[in-house]
């Protein structure tokens, strides 16, 4: 099927026409009028419950363990009954989460919801001081947490307000805060539990910033801005259908299978590998870590369709030499988040999968994720684009001196909508300083171009000045990854005496490659202009550091080269 960026834009505005189930409608979020859709579920709690309809179906496979609808809710109703009962939680409490991606992650997640409290998802690759940092600035009142994360915390207990669960089996309680997951959910439920009454504006999640650029803020997000974060994800897959034509199953696969692969503290991982899928009666595949030839055969056993995950581990998947050793044939939608596409990524996928669907786009932890998406046909038209904004959002690009640019002119991108954030937990001046008036600034540089696709070029802190010439490391990183050999690589700026800054550039090269750094050199040199060339290139065999959302860690690659010069 052929069709246009126009024709898109025409069955956007079809699809949220008056009488559509994707209707706008205007909220009243805090004061202030926005746009949302009309028929959404009003919050949270009504989002989750509808998961119940899918009784004995399998819903989370783990580590060769199968749990379906029915034993899932059985027990998140457990664990809400008794932390209103014995934990003594209350509509607006804050109870955390630290463990890696498990079922009872979600049961835990669930649960929460239940009672009426906020949850707080924290960052499980975080050391001792990091998750007591979140703890305390949470004010959690209930910690629930893997035999890890507990052992990070376990000799810190006297500063820590907050009564733990822990999931392990087999954990002995060192003190009368501490029990076990199971223990709790062999008390069986209460009989007098009930769902406090929520509305939309109420806090439901308090999600924290990977912390790339300081200590991580708690993005405060309203049940309002969650419900319609799901149903975006639902416009966009109509979107995408309605373009061109429904996509059928294939490789055995006998329903849609996502593997999780993105961690679910971040906004990605929460609504598309859990929220959705509970929701359509989807099976969800999660892993205990991350191990690309483990992928592999979750994706041949399980008939997995769908995986979304950072540009760096779709890079590794597909890439792999062991790659066609397994059966992938039941794989055919492909997810891009949480940074910009690099070039040669989109060719490497179709190379792999035959008429795949592949997506892209742009969001942030205080949008819920929300901003603009492109999937299917729509995404090949321009694999490049950050997506199409989403009905729920506006956008604006402002320059240096706080003006409104022109239309195509590369600005920072500002947003507004319903799913922006309530701003940071407990922190009103940075809440205060994220704001342009009504509209919050991102610090992501982009442009609209004459398509309504948006654009996304690097970070304004990242804007490296040289000899008076902005220079965007996005550009440099892109020309880079359009050498086969070039697995991940950061561009940033040092200081130089005499040019103000010089650019460095760090990338990533399998042992089996034999690329030279002047043969890098070379490669970005017949792309781009003289300048823009990297005075330091290093190449290393090890992949580079990454931070909680899956994104290559820029700051710590740049302090660590830093330290080593003045060294």
């Known amino acids: 099927m052929s069709f246009t960026t126009a024709d898109v834009h025409a069955k956007i505005a079809e699809l949220t026409s008056e009488d559509s189930a994707f209707v706008l409608k205007d909220f009243d979020v ?67 989460i630290a463990m890696r991606n498990c079922p009872e992650w979600a049961i835990a997640f669930v649960a929460i919801a239940l009672c009426g409290a906020i949850n707080v998802p924290l960052n499980s690759w975080g050391k001792t001081d990091e998750l007591l940092y979140g703890l305390s600035d949470c004010s959690a009142s209930v910690l629930i947490c893997d035999a890890q994360r507990f052992a990070l915390i376990e000799n810190k207990l006297d500063d820590i307000d907050a009564r733990i669960i822990v999931v392990e089996p087999g954990v002995v309680p060192s003190q009368d805060k501490v029990n076990s997951f199971e223990n709790v959910i062999a008390r069986g439920p209460t009989a007098d539990f009930s769902i406090p009454d929520i509305t939309p504006n109420d806090p439901a999640l308090i999600i924290y910033t990977s912390g790339s650029t300081g200590l991580p803020k ?46 679910l503290f971040h906004g990605t991982g929460l609504v598309a590998g859990l929220l959705m899928p509970l929701q359509l009666g989807q099976k969800v595949v999660m892993m205990y870590k991350w191990d690309t030839e483990s992928a592999l055969q979750l994706i041949e056993d399980e008939k997995i369709t769908g995986i979304t995950s950072v540009p760096t581990v779709l890079q590794g998947l597909f890439a792999h030499p062991k790659y066609d050793d397994y059966d992938t044939s039941s794989l055919f939608r492909v997810g891009a988040a949480g940074a910009a596409t690099p070039e040669g990524l989109p060719e490497l996928i179709a190379s792999k999968i035959d008429k795949v669907s592949r997506s892209a786009g742009w969001g942030m932890t205080e949008t819920m994720s929300v901003g603009s998406t492109m999937s299917g046909e729509i995404y090949n038209l321009k ?125 990533h090269v399998e042992a089996q490659h034999s690329l030279s750094v002047d043969e890098l050199r ?27 959302s899956g994104k290559l860690f820029k700051r710590k690659i740049q302090e660590k080269f830093v330290a080593a010069m003045l060294a």
């Open 522 to 548: 070379a490669h970005i040199g017949a792309k781009l202009a003289s300048y823009k060339v990297p005075r330091y290139i290093e190449i290393v065999e090890a992949p580079l550091p990454q931070n909680a």
């Open 383 to 507: 694999p490049s684009a950050s997506g199409i904004k989403s009905p729920l959002v506006e956008y604006r690009f402002v320059g240096p001196d706080g003006e409104v640019l022109p239309a195509g002119e590369i600005g920072e991108l500002q947003v507004l909508g319903i799913v922006v954030c309530a701003g940071y937990w407990q922190r009103p001046e940075a809440s205060a300083e994220i704001m342009d008036g009504a509209w919050m600034k991102t610090g992501d540089l982009g442009m609209l171009d004459s398509d309504g696709f948006l654009h996304i070029t690097g970070r304004i802190k990242e804007i490296v000045i040289r000899g008076g010439e902005n220079i965007y490391p996005g550009e440099i990183e892109n020309a880079a990854y359009t050498n086969d050999q070039v697995r991940e690589v950061v561009v940033f700026g040092v200081p130089d005496q005499k040019m103000g800054e010089e650019l460095v550039m760090i990338a």
């Open 30 to 96: 805090d004061g202030a009028t926005v746009q949302g859709f009309a028929n959404a579920p009003s919050d949270l709690v009504q989002l989750l419950q509808a998961g119940r309809a899918h009784g004995d179906k399998t819903f989370i496979v783990y580590a060769g363990r199968r749990l379906s609808f029915e034993e899932f809710f059985r027990q998140a109703d457990i664990l809400a009954a008794q932390l209103q009962a014995a934990y003594g939680i209350n509509r607006g409490d804050r109870v955390a």
């Open 218 to 263: 708690g993005a405060l997000q309203r049940h309002v801005s969650v419900a319609q974060a799901l149903m975006n994800m639902y416009f966009l897959g109509m979107l995408t259908s309605s373009m061109e034509g429904p996509r059928e199953l294939r490789g055995g696969a006998e329903q849609e299978t996502p593997l999780l692969t993105v961690p």
